[in-house]
């Protein structure tokens, strides 16, 4: 086969060789073609150059020819002028001479006119050819320009076309190599499986002899030994006990808690959404401290007061539903009795949701028709109530695929087994749409409480409760999410469980069966357990001592620091309650001080009033003695401030002194305003917490995303700078194949300039010949 596939490709080869080996014949005729042709071109230059040189040499003596006319013609009009007054004189001594010289002069001036006319024919003559000479010269340069450059391209072919057929020879001979390498390891290996399949005949021969001898043996045992095979029939199969998985069990138990603490976590939330939303009925749009709200609002709130009756029992249906699983259980669909439980739970909560959805649908109208709805509050409602549509519908879709999973524990026919996977898949796809709808709420009540915030009619009491309903939204959104993804990763391993059953057959029939199948297990499994016998081990004497003496110890030391931890922990809490106990006594004491001051201050009044004033020249101790009773006085009347652990307690001295119950319900009246403060700011703590914990993870996930849109581009900046070096490496490549060619043109270049330069040096040093003929046929 390898060689088959070799000798195409060598085929395949040789056939763009051919087309390759025609192409360059072509090639190379076309440049020699092109070679003759400049070749041809450059001869008619030069015949052209020699052409322009001769008729450079007639213009020349033909100019030369023109200076001696014309200076001829300057001596004879010389002569003219000269003789003219001459003639005048001597005209009747000179007619003869004067017809001579006037037939010499019109023999001149025809001869002068005949050379003026021949030197402007040569001047035009002249002019057309040099005109013509430099047109030509253009045109062949242009020409040879063309021929240069097409013979520099059809030379690039050339090479490319012999560059590619190297690599491809080059490629083809380590092909050709790789597969000869290959060849020979097949062969190999061919051998080792012959040698292997000889082997394996071998041992299938021997399995074979063994098996049926087996098989004869089983046989016999089973007609002597086995009345009936339970495992022919569905019915009963299905009570007999499936081999115990412990890692099953204890991985469906970590999930039932895994579920369990989410569900805790979502049943928190609803009830904090509820209940914050009954307080904002009763603060918004009309506040019930000033003005009674609407008979609708009044029924609303009635309904959302007993929120908690529906929501609690879903916790407690899932806590049930956690602990029916336990490591000693088969957990299947048909033995899970407790989710009908959870199942009815949640079908109670929904009836819940669908009786407020109207009332609350209602309020949302009352709230735009209210004369303090804007119209972008108005919009946020509209986008609540549809929100508030969706969530009463995800929930009774996800109570309905709940209800069917429930099925198979209850009634068996009611939900085949090949449904189980489906039904599985859409309690995921709930929800996370359940999710996504949570996702949706919050974000439009976040953008409702910013608007009603900027109300001018905004009170501190809705801005806390608005905070309080975000913050079980938010609760509510991830809790939603938390099981969606909880339920997205482990989908696959329920869908996996579902065929834990009995062996040789698809499942347990009814629960019925699943229940005697559960006491089999647990008489079996006691029937064992009686079975087995502690094997008592042989510990040496002195290992043994060595062992009690530890063990003593170390249950001595921990059964003594566990009771000295517990006296710490009493003589704690007696030393709380004693300092309570003195607290409160101090503050007794003082207030019996502020009485005995008062009434030693009374006293000191009365009998300063009893005495009278003395005169003036008494003795000053008697006015440093006022002046104390002043200050007793001030003192005593002054507010007298009592710091403790619940606060500030202010009290002032007066005529009067409270009893027992006044002072008893001082302190009452303010450990309960301590309190409400307390509740309040833990309230205002928890709601920022959890806006804080959600910024936190949106920050986190944002950081994620960040983190791998970074990879990303790393990666791509790879890429590019790849890509970069690439076409760096082809632009130095091409570069340098342009600089070659220029470097040649211009070579060729200088070479037909120092050509021209030789011409023209030829041509001036005619010229200079010709100047210095000219000159001596002058001298001569």
Not at 81 to 97: D, L, Y
Not at 432 to 443: A, E, Y
Not at 548 to 555: G, I, K, P
Request: hydrophobic share 35%.
């Amino acid at each position: 086969m390898a060689s088959a596939e070799l000798q195409g490709k060598y085929q395949k080869l040789a056939q763009e060789y051919s087309k390759l080996r025609a192409q360059n014949q072509v090639l190379k005729k076309g440049v020699v073609d092109e070679q003759a042709n400049s070749a041809a071109l450059k001869e008619q230059l030069k015949m052209k150059d020699q052409s322009l040189r001769k008729l450079q040499q007639e213009m020349d003596s033909l100019t030369f020819r023109n200076l001696q006319l014309a200076k001829r013609v300057e001596l004879l009009q010389d002569e003219l002028a000269v003789s003219e007054p001459r003639g005048k004189k001597n005209k009747k001594s000179g007619e003869s001479s004067s017809q001579l010289s006037q037939e010499q002069k019109s023999v001149f001036d025809e001869d002068l006119q005949k050379k003026i006319e021949e030197n402007e024919r040569l001047h035009i003559q002249f002019f057309e050819a040099d005109e013509q000479h430099k047109h030509v010269e253009a045109e062949l340069r242009s020409r040879l320009a063309t021929l240069e450059m097409e013979a520099a391209q059809h030379q690039a072919v050339v090479d490319g076309l012999t560059r590619k057929y190297m690599e491809t020879i080059e490629k083809l001979q380590n092909d050709k190599a790789k597969l000869e390498v290959k060849s020979q390891t097949l062969e190999k290996e061919a051998k080792e499986c012959r040698l292997r399949t000889e082997e394996c005949q071998l041992q299938l021969k021997n399995l074979h002899e063994d098996l049926s001898g087996r098989l004869e043996e089983s046989l016999s045992i089973i007609s002597e030994k086995v009345p009936f095979n339970d495992t022919k029939y569905s019915q009963y199969n299905a009570l007999n006990v499936p081999l115990h998985n412990r890692r099953h069990q204890l991985k469906m138990r970590d999930i039932a808690g895994q579920a369990l603490a989410f569900v805790q976590d979502l049943v928190t939330a609803l009830l904090n959404f509820h209940t914050y939303t009954e307080q904002r009925i009763q603060i918004f749009p009309i506040d019930s401290a000033i003005d009674t709200i609407s008979p609708l609002n009044q029924k609303f709130s009635q309904y959302l007061h007993e929120n908690a009756s529906y929501v609690r029992p879903l916790e407690e249906g899932m806590l049930h539903l956690f602990e029916s699983i336990t490591e000693d259980t088969v957990t299947v669909l048909e033995t899970t009795v407790k989710l009908k439980t959870f199942s009815e739970h949640l079908t109670s909560y929904i009836c819940f949701l669908r009786k407020i959805l109207p009332y609350q649908l209602k309020s949302l109208e009352e709230e735009c028709e209210s004369s303090l709805c804007t119209s972008a509050l108005r919009a946020r409602n509209l986008e609540l109530s549809q929100d508030m549509r969706k969530m009463t519908a995800v929930f009774e879709k996800l109570q309905t695929y709940v209800g069917l999973l429930a099925l198979p524990s209850t009634e068996p026919d009611g939900l085949l087994r090949t449904n189980y996977s489906s039904v599985l898949t859409n309690v995921g796809a709930a929800l996370h749409g359940f999710h996504d709808v949570m996702k949706d709420i919050s974000k439009h009540y976040n953008q409702k409480a910013t608007i009603e915030h900027e109300l001018p009619t905004a009170t501190q009491k809705l801005i806390t409760t608005n905070d309080c309903i975000l913050s079980s939204v938010v609760a509510l959104t991830n809790g939603a999410g938390k099981i969606a993804s909880f339920f997205s990763n482990n989908v696959d391993y329920f869908i996996a469980s579902l065929s834990y059953g009995p062996k040789a057959a698809s499942g347990f029939i009814s629960p019925l069966s699943a229940e005697c199948m559960l006491q089999y297990k647990k008489k079996a499994a006691a029937y064992m357990k009686a079975l087995r016998k502690p094997l008592l081990e042989s510990v040496p004497y002195e290992e043994a001592l060595a062992n009690r003496r530890v063990l003593l110890s170390s249950t001595e030391s921990r059964e003594g620091l566990a009771q000295q931890v517990q006296q710490s922990l009493e003589k704690i809490s007696k030393l709380e309650q004693e300092k309570e106990h003195w607290m409160l006594e101090a503050q007794l004491a003082k207030i019996k001080l502020e009485k005995e001051n008062q009434r030693i201050a009374d006293k000191l009044k009365s009998t300063s009033i009893g005495q009278g004033v003395g005169p003036a020249q008494e003795n000053p101790t008697g006015m440093n003695a006022g002046g104390q009773e002043e200050a007793s006085t001030k003192a005593v009347l002054e507010p007298i401030h009592s710091t403790s652990l619940i606060g500030i307690l202010t009290r002032t001295s007066d005529n009067e002194v409270p009893d027992v119950e006044s002072r008893e319900d001082l302190i009452k009246n303010h450990y309960m305003a301590r309190i409400v403060e307390l509740t309040s700011q833990l309230q205002l703590a928890d709601s920022k917490s959890v806006h804080f914990y959600a910024e936190c993870r949106a920050l986190s996930k944002r950081l994620a995303l960040a983190e791998k849109s970074k990879e990303a581009l790393t990666e791509e900046m790879k890429v590019a700078g790849q890509n970069i070096s690439r076409l760096q490496d082809e632009l130095t490549t091409t570069k340098r194949s342009y600089e070659d060619q220029l470097s040649m043109m211009s070579d060729h270049l200088c070479s037909m300039n120092e050509t021209l330069s030789k011409q023209r040096e030829e041509i001036d040093t005619l010229k200079m010949s010709s100047k210095g003929n000219s000159k001596k046929n002058k001298s001569r």
